[in-house]
Nanobody, 115 residues
Framework: QVQLVESGGGLVQPGGSLRLSCVASGISFSLYRMDWYRQPPGKQRELVAGITGGRSTNYADSVKGRFTVSRDNAKKTVYLQMNSLKAEDTAVYCC?????????WGQGTQVAVSS
Protein backbone atom coordinates (compact mmCIF):
# COMPACT_ATOMS: atom_id res chain seq x y z
CA GLN A 1 0.00 0.00 0.00
CA VAL A 2 1.38 3.37 -1.03
CA GLN A 3 1.34 6.16 1.53
CA LEU A 4 2.61 9.72 1.41
CA VAL A 5 2.48 11.53 4.75
CA GLU A 6 3.18 15.24 4.98
CA SER A 7 4.14 17.13 8.12
CA GLY A 8 5.62 20.43 9.21
CA GLY A 9 2.80 22.82 8.45
CA GLY A 10 1.50 25.40 10.87
CA LEU A 11 0.95 29.08 11.54
CA VAL A 12 3.87 31.41 10.89
CA GLN A 13 4.31 35.16 10.69
CA PRO A 14 5.17 36.88 7.41
CA GLY A 15 8.90 36.62 6.80
CA GLY A 16 9.14 33.39 8.75
CA SER A 17 10.19 29.92 7.70
CA LEU A 18 8.79 26.41 7.70
CA ARG A 19 10.14 23.07 6.58
CA LEU A 20 7.67 20.58 5.19
CA SER A 21 8.40 16.86 4.99
CA CYS A 22 6.74 14.10 3.03
CA VAL A 23 7.57 10.50 3.91
CA ALA A 24 6.76 7.84 1.35
CA SER A 25 6.14 4.14 1.81
CA GLY A 26 5.18 1.36 -0.56
CA ILE A 27 7.12 2.72 -3.57
CA SER A 28 10.68 2.55 -4.92
CA PHE A 29 11.15 6.13 -3.84
CA SER A 30 14.35 6.92 -5.74
CA LEU A 31 12.63 6.13 -9.04
CA TYR A 32 9.87 8.67 -8.53
CA ARG A 33 9.67 12.31 -9.31
CA MET A 34 8.42 14.12 -6.22
CA ASP A 35 6.42 17.32 -6.46
CA TRP A 36 4.97 19.74 -3.96
CA TYR A 37 1.61 21.29 -4.81
CA ARG A 38 -0.49 23.77 -2.91
CA GLN A 39 -4.11 24.83 -2.93
CA PRO A 40 -4.84 28.28 -1.51
CA PRO A 41 -8.30 28.91 -0.07
CA GLY A 42 -10.84 29.22 -2.87
CA LYS A 43 -8.25 28.69 -5.60
CA GLN A 44 -7.03 25.88 -7.81
CA ARG A 45 -4.18 23.60 -6.93
CA GLU A 46 -0.81 24.71 -8.31
CA LEU A 47 2.61 23.17 -8.65
CA VAL A 48 5.10 24.72 -6.25
CA ALA A 49 8.30 22.74 -6.75
CA GLY A 50 9.52 19.40 -8.01
CA ILE A 51 12.58 17.19 -7.86
CA THR A 52 13.51 14.21 -9.99
CA GLY A 53 15.27 11.07 -8.85
CA GLY A 54 18.43 12.61 -10.24
CA ARG A 55 17.78 15.71 -8.10
CA SER A 56 16.95 18.09 -10.94
CA THR A 57 14.61 20.72 -9.56
CA ASN A 58 12.03 23.18 -10.81
CA TYR A 59 10.06 25.92 -9.09
CA ALA A 60 7.04 28.10 -9.65
CA ASP A 61 8.06 31.67 -10.37
CA SER A 62 6.23 32.83 -7.27
CA VAL A 63 8.54 30.84 -4.94
CA LYS A 64 11.90 31.00 -6.73
CA GLY A 65 14.63 32.19 -4.41
CA ARG A 66 12.48 31.55 -1.32
CA PHE A 67 11.65 27.83 -1.41
CA THR A 68 14.04 24.89 -1.77
CA VAL A 69 13.02 21.32 -2.55
CA SER A 70 15.30 18.43 -1.62
CA ARG A 71 15.10 14.70 -1.08
CA ASP A 72 16.71 11.96 0.98
CA ASN A 73 16.26 8.70 -0.88
CA ALA A 74 17.54 6.64 2.05
CA LYS A 75 14.78 8.09 4.25
CA LYS A 76 12.21 8.09 1.43
CA THR A 77 11.52 11.70 2.26
CA VAL A 78 11.13 14.87 0.25
CA TYR A 79 11.43 18.28 1.89
CA LEU A 80 10.27 21.78 1.11
CA GLN A 81 12.17 24.51 2.90
CA MET A 82 10.09 27.67 2.80
CA ASN A 83 11.72 30.98 3.72
CA SER A 84 10.51 34.58 3.59
CA LEU A 85 6.93 33.40 3.75
CA LYS A 86 4.18 35.69 2.57
CA ALA A 87 0.45 35.78 3.24
CA GLU A 88 -0.13 34.52 -0.29
CA ASP A 89 1.75 31.32 0.55
CA THR A 90 -1.17 30.31 2.78
CA ALA A 91 -2.48 27.01 1.43
CA VAL A 92 -2.77 23.28 1.94
CA TYR A 93 0.49 21.77 0.72
CA CYS A 94 0.49 18.23 -0.72
CA CYS A 95 3.23 16.03 -2.06
CA UNK A 96 2.89 13.93 -5.18
CA UNK A 97 4.90 10.93 -6.34
CA UNK A 98 4.91 10.34 -10.08
CA UNK A 99 6.40 7.78 -12.42
CA UNK A 100 5.02 6.65 -15.77
CA UNK A 101 1.34 5.96 -15.08
CA UNK A 102 1.80 5.97 -11.29
CA UNK A 103 0.47 8.99 -9.48
CA UNK A 104 0.17 9.14 -5.70
CA TRP A 105 -0.92 11.94 -3.38
CA GLY A 106 -0.61 12.70 0.28
CA GLN A 107 -3.38 14.17 2.43
CA GLY A 108 -1.69 17.54 2.79
CA THR A 109 -0.53 19.84 5.53
CA GLN A 110 -1.91 23.32 6.23
CA VAL A 111 0.35 26.34 6.07
CA ALA A 112 -1.01 29.66 7.30
CA VAL A 113 1.02 32.86 7.05
CA SER A 114 -0.45 35.63 9.15
CA SER A 115 0.50 38.25 11.68
Amino acid sequence: QVQLVESGGGLVQPGGSLRLSCVASGISFSLYRMDWYRQPPGKQRELVAGITGGRSTNYADSVKGRFTVSRDNAKKTVYLQMNSLKAEDTAVYCCNAGRSSDDYWGQGTQVAVSS
